[in-house]
Protein backbone atom coordinates (compact mmCIF):
# COMPACT_ATOMS: atom_id res chain seq x y z
CA UNK A 1 0.00 0.00 0.00
CA UNK A 2 1.20 2.98 -1.00
CA UNK A 3 1.18 6.28 1.81
CA UNK A 4 2.79 9.81 1.01
CA UNK A 5 2.37 11.20 4.00
CA UNK A 6 3.08 15.30 4.76
CA UNK A 7 4.26 17.35 7.67
CA UNK A 8 5.91 20.86 8.52
CA UNK A 9 3.04 23.41 7.88
CA UNK A 10 1.70 25.43 10.24
CA UNK A 11 0.90 29.43 10.27
CA UNK A 12 3.92 31.53 9.75
CA UNK A 13 4.11 35.62 9.77
CA UNK A 14 5.10 36.79 6.05
CA UNK A 15 9.23 36.48 5.75
CA UNK A 16 9.28 33.65 7.55
CA UNK A 17 10.00 30.14 6.71
CA UNK A 18 9.07 26.65 6.67
CA UNK A 19 10.43 23.37 6.00
CA UNK A 20 7.57 20.40 5.03
CA UNK A 21 8.70 17.32 4.15
CA UNK A 22 6.55 13.88 2.76
CA UNK A 23 7.64 10.73 3.55
CA UNK A 24 6.88 8.38 1.00
CA UNK A 25 6.31 4.08 1.97
CA UNK A 26 5.17 0.96 -0.52
CA UNK A 27 7.26 2.84 -3.54
CA UNK A 28 10.59 2.64 -4.87
CA UNK A 29 11.06 6.28 -4.12
CA UNK A 30 14.70 6.41 -5.66
CA UNK A 31 13.07 5.73 -9.30
CA UNK A 32 10.17 8.14 -9.04
CA UNK A 33 9.95 11.81 -10.03
CA UNK A 34 8.95 13.88 -7.10
CA UNK A 35 7.25 17.13 -6.20
CA UNK A 36 5.23 19.65 -4.61
CA UNK A 37 1.79 21.29 -5.66
CA UNK A 38 -0.45 23.41 -3.51
CA UNK A 39 -3.62 24.49 -3.93
CA UNK A 40 -5.10 28.02 -2.89
CA UNK A 41 -8.17 28.86 -1.89
CA UNK A 42 -10.73 29.23 -4.64
CA UNK A 43 -7.73 28.57 -7.24
CA UNK A 44 -7.12 25.39 -9.16
CA UNK A 45 -4.07 23.39 -7.97
CA UNK A 46 -0.74 24.32 -9.23
CA UNK A 47 2.99 22.98 -9.72
CA UNK A 48 5.26 24.44 -6.97
CA UNK A 49 8.53 22.85 -7.66
CA UNK A 50 9.88 19.17 -9.28
CA UNK A 51 12.83 17.32 -8.79
CA UNK A 52 13.38 14.25 -10.70
CA UNK A 53 14.97 10.90 -10.11
CA UNK A 54 18.24 12.17 -11.29
CA UNK A 55 18.04 15.63 -8.82
CA UNK A 56 16.92 17.72 -11.72
CA UNK A 57 14.77 20.64 -9.99
CA UNK A 58 12.42 23.06 -11.51
CA UNK A 59 10.51 25.71 -10.16
CA UNK A 60 7.33 27.84 -10.45
CA UNK A 61 8.62 30.94 -11.17
CA UNK A 62 6.53 32.95 -8.42
CA UNK A 63 8.68 30.89 -6.13
CA UNK A 64 12.24 30.92 -7.80
CA UNK A 65 14.92 32.02 -5.27
CA UNK A 66 12.70 31.78 -2.38
CA UNK A 67 11.83 27.76 -1.94
CA UNK A 68 14.06 24.76 -2.49
CA UNK A 69 13.06 21.32 -2.77
CA UNK A 70 15.83 18.38 -2.26
CA UNK A 71 15.02 14.68 -1.48
CA UNK A 72 16.40 11.99 0.38
CA UNK A 73 16.10 8.69 -1.20
CA UNK A 74 17.95 6.65 1.87
CA UNK A 75 14.97 7.92 4.01
CA UNK A 76 12.39 7.99 1.30
CA UNK A 77 11.86 11.61 1.49
CA UNK A 78 11.42 15.10 -0.20
CA UNK A 79 11.45 18.45 1.44
CA UNK A 80 10.36 21.85 0.58
CA UNK A 81 12.81 24.46 2.25
CA UNK A 82 10.30 27.88 2.00
CA UNK A 83 12.00 31.19 2.76
CA UNK A 84 10.69 34.71 2.12
CA UNK A 85 7.29 33.56 2.76
CA UNK A 86 4.32 35.96 1.35
CA UNK A 87 0.83 35.90 1.90
CA UNK A 88 0.05 34.46 -1.78
CA UNK A 89 2.18 31.05 -0.92
CA UNK A 90 -1.22 30.34 1.52
CA UNK A 91 -2.74 27.27 0.55
CA UNK A 92 -2.26 23.22 0.81
CA UNK A 93 0.36 21.51 0.02
CA UNK A 94 0.76 18.35 -1.57
CA UNK A 95 3.46 15.95 -1.94
CA UNK A 96 3.70 14.09 -5.50
CA UNK A 97 4.88 11.01 -6.83
CA UNK A 98 4.99 10.18 -10.70
CA UNK A 99 6.21 7.63 -13.04
CA UNK A 100 4.16 5.30 -14.72
CA UNK A 101 1.96 5.73 -12.05
CA UNK A 102 1.12 9.09 -9.70
CA UNK A 103 0.37 9.31 -5.98
CA UNK A 104 -0.80 11.92 -3.69
CA UNK A 105 0.09 13.03 -0.23
CA UNK A 106 -3.15 14.09 1.69
CA UNK A 107 -1.78 17.80 2.01
CA UNK A 108 -0.85 19.94 4.49
CA UNK A 109 -1.83 23.63 5.13
CA UNK A 110 0.58 26.56 4.95
CA UNK A 111 -1.05 29.86 6.45
CA UNK A 112 1.11 32.94 6.26
CA UNK A 113 -0.32 36.02 7.86
CA UNK A 114 0.65 39.64 6.33
Known amino acids: QVQMVESGGGLVEAGGSLRLSCAASGIIFSIFHMAWYRQAPGKQRELVARITNGGITNYADSVKGRFTISRQNAKNTVYLQMNGLKSEDTGVYYC????????WGQGTQVTVSS
Open 96 to 103: NAARNYEY
